[in-house]
């Protein structure tokens, strides 16, 4: 799962790269969870988590290094509120990795595309956001096209093993997508006091060590093949973050964000090419209608930050 973080505009935006800082990080990401896809037979989740988390922190570290942003990284305001959010996305994170080993790689992209639709939710809940009756009707038509996904996983009129096995990571992906959604609530308050790179590098130190709590619960040695997909895991993970929150510093979020759902078309490629994966029609029709939902919502809410800017600026001084 990806966590979208607020970040100060630069002065001088470049659209085109923004997008393409977006698009390579939604790239880089899915070829994360391809890797890790590919050691979910041995390996157990939390370790994946382990690696994907303790092999990212040098990478940021590099990273903010290099643009003289270390202290910034390291400076926090808010340590319990870094905490509970290490908490909820690390869970989150670690139940989608599960879930790469009963699902194939398109399904687990498209029901884990629940977790923006629930963040609209949970924000109106914990935030007090208003939520009108258009992003309602988005979020029931995402809801509807996440149901058609997982329809033919949930049925209890198979009894084949199989069949329990994919229920069983359908709804791993939905817990996943429901932790993720928490998380970027989290974030949310977290943007208001502490700075992007802080809130990247102390998830990543959050979440390796929270990951050691699954050590007791039957870590492996894995082989060689496997570890290096897993330190690439973890290094594709912070080059992963380090592309995306370059796109919200080159363009708006309103511009970049519609361009997470390119996944979709690289999860399609890489299932089909490196797993043999063949997605169903219930797959591609339900991850339209959830790709459709979030942009609508998407769009919808750069709207209306522009008629919020227009009021603020027609107001007069001092009021």
Aim: hydrophobic share 55%; proline share 6%.
């Amino acid at each position: 799962m990806v966590f979208h973080l607020g970040v100060m505009d630069t002065p001088t935006q470049r659209p085109l790269v923004g997008i393409a800082f977006k698009l390579g990080s939604v790239l880089v990401f899915i070829s994360m969870s391809a890797v890790i896809k590919a050691t979910s037979g041995h390996i157990p989740p939390g370790q994946a988590v382990f690696f994907r988390s303790l092999f990212a922190i040098p990478v940021i570290v590099g990273w903010l290094l290099w643009r003289h942003e270390l202290s910034t990284g390291l400076r926090t305001h808010r340590p319990l509120g870094h905490v509970w959010r290490g908490v909820l996305g690390t869970t989150s994170m670690g139940l989608g990795f599960a879930s790469l080993g009963f699902l194939p790689l398109p399904e687990v992209t498209a029901i884990g595309y629940t977790a923006p639709l629930l963040t609209v939710i949970f924000a109106a809940m914990f935030l007090g956001e208003e939520v009108r009756l258009f992003r309602i009707s988005c979020v029931v038509l995402g809801v509807i096209g996440v149901l058609i996904v997982v329809y033919p996983r949930l049925t209890i009129l198979s009894t084949e093993a199989t069949s329990h096995a994919e229920a069983f990571g359908a709804m791993l992906v939905l817990t996943s997508a429901v932790f993720a959604a928490l998380a970027q609530v989290f974030v949310r308050k977290l943007v208001n006091t502490e700075k992007t790179p802080a809130i990247v590098f102390w998830f990543s130190v959050t979440a390796t060590c929270l990951s050691l709590i699954t050590l007791p619960f039957g870590w492996v040695v894995p082989t060689p093949f496997e570890a290096a997909l897993l330190v690439g895991a973890g290094l594709l993970g912070g080059f992963g973050q380090i592309l995306l929150t370059s796109s919200y510093r080159e363009a708006d979020a309103s511009l970049v964000a519609p361009f997470d759902y390119a996944s979709m078309l690289f999860a399609l490629l890489f299932g089909y090419f490196i797993f043999s994966e063949v997605p169903t029609a219930n797959t591609l029709t339900g991850a339209a209608l959830v790709m459709t939902a979030g942009v609508l919502i998407i769009l919808r809410e750069h709207r209306l930050g522009l008629e919020r800017a227009r009021q603020r600026k027609s107001m007069p001084p001092g009021t």
